[in-house]
């Protein structure tokens, strides 16, 4: 059923309304069924199959994102986190049994996973359509109510994501609340049981300090410098294909991009030359120029561009070197895929996410110059080592701290149902991606049965007997 597609734009007083509807709902959420839930999501998967289109055609209006990046980032990543929520969420509801311990003799225990109520859902205008439902599909499968409010950034999508949600849910189950960032802070007011948070880390420590008024659960998904490593084993071909590609996806607005390239000194000068001629052959393989190129996006908003046109212009006034690209056009929103050599700790490329198609290189001599200089900034979102030799894998990954690490591959995690995606630190908290996900809108609730027998003589009084039997305790369990 098609609904009228219009934008409503809810008081604080009708916020309130909605999240006291589905704080009533929730209790009966909670408990229902694994197959009525199923019904829900095979709803939202028939639903994107069958508006794809209408995705691709959102996001570009958006951001002029290519229909095949679309395709990969928003609906593939959708559909197939559906599919396996399907195969797998009856195994998830049922109880998880856990072995007994000797001091729980006679008892049987398990795990059960039980919805944590009502959520929040606050998604960015990168990847609006996928970083907005996916975390809902987690939701719907652990029983949770939910409110999503999208990036104010991305009209298309947003009305992409209100009309997909009026045709499945009623408001009481899921509702989609827009608006700027007094709409977010009115909705942070509310005491919900749990926000999903995706976006930088700044905004993320607001969502923490507001919640925490509540003390109410959290999953941040952030960003941060993410590092590629590239040593002197490493095939420059296939890996500078790899970063070129991670790096320049979506116009390089991925919280998982590659953010800076650390290169062995020996393999610096190649890495240059290939990154450079892999850029034209996937942008510009006519010879025609990059900025013509239907599979290249564009920049969200002016203020962001000029924000990466200062970090550019920062770092050459600082001694980077051009390698490729440079080219802004405020009008167009369009910066060529851009490679500067030489960066320095002191440049401002160096001291906050790029969040946009520039990379900064650096060479190094050792692999343990290289962790030093990525112990030196925050905790990454994630960690790509590119090399052939296992023992410098192994140090680098014995020797970092990520929310992923990927060798030899870029960006799968993201796309990997059985890995946790998720950051540390100022990259944030809790994980997403099928059973993960699952549980993190869920409380894992430890319930304990006894069977047989008793613990009554660790009671009290307590005799001489019940010490000794409490010292053979300590030794021994």
Same mark, same amino acid.
């Given at each position: 059923?098609?609904?009228?597609?219009?934008?409503?734009?809810?008081?604080?007083?009708?916020?309130?309304?909605?999240?006291?509807?589905?704080?009533?709902?929730?209790?009966?959420?909670?408990?229902?069924?694994?197959?009525?839930?199923?019904?829900?999501?095979?709803?939202?998967?028939?639903?994107? =199959?069958?508006?794809?289109?209408?995705?691709?055609? %959102?996001? #570009?209006?958006?951001?002029?994102?290519?229909?095949?990046?679309?395709?990969?980032?928003?609906?593939?990543?959708?559909?197939?986190?559906?599919?396996?929520? @399907?195969?797998?969420?009856?195994?998830?509801?049922?109880?998880?049994?856990?072995? =007994?311990?000797?001091?729980?003799?006679?008892?049987?225990?398990?795990?059960?996973?039980?919805?944590?109520?009502?959520?929040?859902?606050?998604?960015?205008?990168? #990847?609006?359509?996928?970083? %907005?439902?996916?975390?809902?599909?987690? %939701?719907?499968?652990?029983?949770?109510?939910?409110?999503?409010?999208?990036?104010?950034? =991305?009209?298309?999508?947003?009305?992409?994501?209100?009309?997909?949600?009026?045709?499945?849910?009623?408001?009481?189950?899921?509702?989609?609340?827009?608006?700027?960032?007094?709409?977010?802070?009115?909705?942070?007011?509310?005491?919900?049981?749990?926000?999903?948070?995706?976006?930088?880390?700044?905004?993320?420590?607001?969502?923490?300090?507001?919640?925490?008024?509540?003390?109410?659960?959290?999953?941040?998904?952030?960003?941060?410098?993410?590092?590629?490593?590239?040593?002197?084993?490493?095939?420059?071909?296939?890996?500078?294909?790899?970063?070129?590609?991670?790096?320049?996806?979506?116009?390089?607005?991925?919280?998982?991009?590659?953010?800076?390239?650390?290169?062995?000194?020996?393999?610096?000068?190649?890495?240059?030359?290939?990154?450079?001629?892999?850029?034209?052959?996937?942008?510009?393989?006519?010879?025609?120029?990059?900025?013509?190129?239907?599979?290249?996006?564009?920049?969200?908003?002016?203020?962001?561009?000029?924000?990466?046109?200062?970090?550019?212009?920062?770092?050459?006034?600082?001694?980077?070197?051009?390698?490729?690209?440079?080219?802004?056009?405020?009008?167009?929103?369009?910066?060529?895929?851009?490679?500067?050599?030489?960066? =320095?700790?002191?440049?401002?490329?160096?001291?906050?996410?790029?969040?946009?198609?520039? @990379?900064?290189?650096?060479?190094?001599?050792?692999?343990?110059?290289?962790?030093?200089?990525?112990?030196?900034?925050?905790?990454?979102?994630?960690? #790509?080592?590119?090399?052939?030799?296992?023992?410098?894998?192994? #140090?680098?990954?014995?020797?970092?701290?990520?929310?992923?690490?990927?060798?030899?591959?870029?960006?799968?995690?993201?796309?990997?149902?059985?890995?946790?995606?998720?950051?540390?630190?100022?990259?944030?908290?809790?994980?997403?991606?099928?059973?993960?996900?699952?549980?993190?809108?869920?409380?894992?609730?430890?319930?304990?049965?006894?069977?047989?027998?008793?613990?009554?003589?660790?009671?009290?009084?307590?005799?001489?007997?019940?010490?000794?039997?409490?010292?053979?305790?300590?030794?021994?369990?």
């Amino acid at each position: 059923m098609n609904r009228e597609d219009t934008v409503e734009r809810m008081s604080k007083s009708d916020i309130a309304a909605l999240f006291r509807k589905q704080k009533e709902l929730a209790p009966r959420l909670a408990a229902s069924t694994c197959r009525e839930r199923r019904k829900k999501l095979t709803c939202m998967l028939d639903y994107l =199959t069958r508006h794809a289109a209408a995705i691709e055609q %959102a996001v #570009y209006s958006d951001m002029k994102k290519p229909a095949a990046e679309a395709k990969l980032s928003e609906v593939i990543t959708l559909t197939s986190e559906i599919r396996y929520h @399907l195969r797998h969420l009856s195994r998830w509801m049922a109880p998880h049994r856990v072995p =007994t311990p000797l001091l729980a003799i006679g008892t049987r225990s398990y795990v059960r996973f039980e919805a944590k109520g009502t959520s929040l859902i606050m998604s960015p205008w990168n #990847y609006p359509v996928s970083l %907005a439902i996916k975390p809902l599909i987690a %939701a719907v499968s652990a029983g949770c109510t939910a409110i999503i409010k999208p990036s104010e950034f =991305t009209p298309g999508a947003s009305a992409f994501i209100r009309n997909f949600v009026r045709n499945i849910f009623t408001p009481e189950e899921v509702a989609v609340v827009e608006g700027d960032k007094e709409v977010a802070a009115e909705l942070l007011e509310l005491p919900f049981d749990h926000v999903f948070f995706t976006g930088s880390p700044a905004v993320g420590k607001v969502v923490m300090r507001a919640a925490a008024e509540h003390l109410t659960s959290v999953s941040l998904e952030l960003g941060g410098k993410s590092p590629s490593v590239i040593d002197e084993t490493a095939d420059i071909p296939a890996t500078a294909q790899k970063i070129a590609w991670a790096k320049f996806l979506n116009n390089g607005q991925t919280c998982i991009a590659p953010d800076y390239v650390l290169v062995h000194e020996k393999v610096h000068a190649a890495f240059l030359s290939e990154i450079k001629s892999t850029l034209r052959k996937m942008y510009a393989p006519a010879g025609n120029s990059i900025r013509q190129s239907p599979d290249y996006a564009r920049i969200i908003s002016t203020s962001h561009f000029e924000r990466l046109r200062l970090l550019y212009q920062d770092a050459l006034d600082k001694g980077a070197e051009l390698v490729s690209g440079g080219s802004f056009d405020r009008q167009d929103l369009y910066l060529e895929p851009t490679v500067i050599d030489k960066a =320095t700790p002191e440049m401002s490329v160096m001291q906050e996410e790029i969040f946009g198609p520039i @990379l900064p290189v650096i060479s190094f001599g050792s692999v343990e110059e290289a962790v030093k200089k990525i112990s030196e900034l925050e905790k990454p979102l994630a960690l #790509y080592i590119h090399s052939r030799s296992s023992s410098n894998t192994d #140090y680098i990954l014995a020797h970092t701290t990520s929310g992923n690490a990927l060798v030899n591959e870029v960006l799968l995690q993201f796309q990997h149902p059985e890995i946790p995606f998720g950051g540390i630190g100022n990259s944030g908290m809790g994980k997403a991606n099928g059973f993960f996900g699952f549980q993190e809108f869920s409380n894992a609730r430890g319930v304990i049965k006894r069977k047989f027998g008793t613990i009554k003589f660790l009671y009290p009084p307590y005799s001489p007997v019940k010490s000794r039997i409490l010292e053979w305790m300590q030794k021994y369990i």
